[in-house]
């Protein structure tokens, strides 16, 4: 992994975590990992399956009072999640897919939410296919969790990690395919 990036924003209210690989696959071959749910658990072995919400549970899940026309997706997948050994749901939705190169998302894991940018640059050489992935996390600083506040390195250390992690098992993933 490389490039790690950490900045506080909004009067240090945020914290942004970026980090690359260098993934010796083709282009396409990470974008469909990166974009099609059916792939999601193979690669992620946080994954312990998709779960299904009810209406009411789906509708409750805005409670940001944003109007329903900024909220649109292009598609929202809950799964179960484990964070550490800690079991939880983690949402994903898909709120922009460009040109194959760059896919936005809103997270959720738990009482963690965060905006996750997803970056692929063609980088092919003689050895074969690579692609650049760039996994940029922009989150709040501190998470309430039952009374408690967990603080800021607290959550940057989750944030690292979930970002390190993210980008080492895509990477195995597609290579074993290549």
Known sequence: ?????????????????????????????????????????????????????????????????????????????????????????????????????RLRSRISIGSLHFEQTLTLHTEDDETGPHTRVGLKIVAHNSIAVIGEVVPRLEVQKLVIGYVDTTLRQLQKYCEADA
């Not at 993934?23 to 992620?44: M, Q, S, T």
């Open 1 to 101: 992994m490389q490039h790690a990036c950490f900045r506080r924003g909004a009067a240090s209210t945020l914290i942004t975590v970026a980090l690359s690989a260098n993934i010796g696959a083709p282009h396409e071959r990470v974008w469909r990992a990166l974009v099609d749910p059916a792939e999601r658990p193979a690669w992620d072995e946080r994954i312990l399956g998709e779960v299904t919400l009810s209406r009411a549970t789906r509708n409750a899940g805005n409670r940001t009072g944003t109007p329903a026309t900024q909220r649109k997706s292009i598609r929202k997948t809950h799964w179960r999640f484990k964070l550490g050994s800690v079991p939880l749901v983690l949402s994903d939705e898909i709120v922009s897919a460009e040109r194959h190169d």
